[in-house]
């Protein structure tokens, strides 16, 4: 099958190339996935330059990068029980395995997730990253659902038009009465957030 990846690292980026690579066989809790989109997040830039979590500088072995995804299970492993065949999915893959740029991919099934009906795949694949990093940033790190004695109901998202901005937006609107503030340099920006957070 093929797949995107490289042999040595380089912040060029010139090196990526293409490969023809054994397809996968899931076992455990593995799901084979389908592969239909994958998104490009910083981590992805990381690790093909050679630095970041899961990097490797010069191997003989092909590195794959992509750890955003979305596709369709093809097979599952003999312990899998969460998903089946033919269940659309997406996830944010792991850094201490072969990204997704191919086009069948093995994933732990405990950090997939049931692809949203309303979207496609690209819109997808765009998710798992910047959702998990707004999530935890927000609920888990800064707890922004407990009230902080004497200080204002108030959000500050810097970037509100970014990956993670624009999904920190969205689950502060849904999931808290926070008053939103967000900023923004740009014409498109601006509206970019206001589509999001309906600021007037």
Same mark, same amino acid.
């Given at each position: 099958?093929?797949?995107?990846?490289?042999?040595?690292?380089?912040?060029?980026?010139?090196?990526?190339?293409?490969?023809?690579?054994?397809?996968?066989?899931?076992?455990?809790?593995?799901?084979?996935?389908?592969?239909?989109?994958? &998104?490009?997040?910083?981590?992805?830039?990381?690790?093909?330059? !050679? !630095?970041?979590?899961?990097?490797?500088? #010069?191997?003989?072995?092909?590195?794959?990068?992509?750890?955003?995804?979305?596709?369709?299970?093809? #097979?599952?492993?003999?312990?899998?029980?969460?998903?089946?065949?033919?269940?659309?999915?997406?996830?944010?893959? &792991?850094?201490?395995? /072969?990204?997704?740029?191919?086009?069948?991919?093995?994933?732990?099934?405990?950090?997939?997730?049931?692809?949203?009906?309303?979207?496609?795949?690209?819109?997808?694949?765009? /998710?798992?990253?910047?959702?998990?990093?707004?999530?935890?940033?927000?609920?888990?790190?800064?707890?922004?659902?407990?009230?902080?004695?004497?200080?204002?109901?108030?959000?500050?998202?810097?970037? !509100?038009? !970014?990956?993670?901005? &624009?999904?920190?937006? *969205?689950?502060?609107? *849904?999931?808290?009465?926070?008053?939103?503030?967000?900023?923004?340099?740009?014409?498109?920006?601006? *509206?970019? *957030?206001?589509?999001?957070?309906?600021?007037?």
């Amino acid at each position: 099958m093929r797949a995107i990846g490289y042999r040595k690292a380089s912040p060029a980026l010139d090196h990526l190339e293409a490969f023809d690579i054994p397809r996968p066989k899931p076992a455990g809790r593995d799901l084979l996935v389908e592969v239909r989109a994958v &998104s490009v997040n910083p981590v992805d830039y990381k690790v093909a330059s !050679g !630095g970041g979590p899961g990097a490797v500088g #010069e191997t003989d072995e092909v590195k794959i990068v992509g750890y955003d995804s979305a596709g369709v299970v093809a #097979e599952a492993g003999s312990e899998a029980r969460l998903f089946k065949p033919g269940d659309e999915v997406f996830y944010a893959g &792991s850094v201490g395995r /072969l990204g997704a740029n191919m086009e069948f991919h093995l994933v732990d099934e405990r950090i997939v997730g049931r692809k949203p009906r309303t979207l496609d795949f690209a819109a997808a694949a765009a /998710l798992p990253l910047t959702a998990i990093t707004a999530w935890e940033a927000m609920f888990d790190r800064l707890d922004v659902a407990t009230p902080v004695p004497g200080a204002a109901r108030a959000i500050l998202i810097l970037g !509100g038009a !970014g990956g993670v901005g &624009s999904i920190a937006i *969205q689950l502060a609107r *849904q999931l808290t009465d926070l008053t939103i503030v967000a900023t923004a340099s740009r014409p498109e920006t601006v *509206q970019w *957030q206001r589509r999001w957070a309906r600021i007037m």
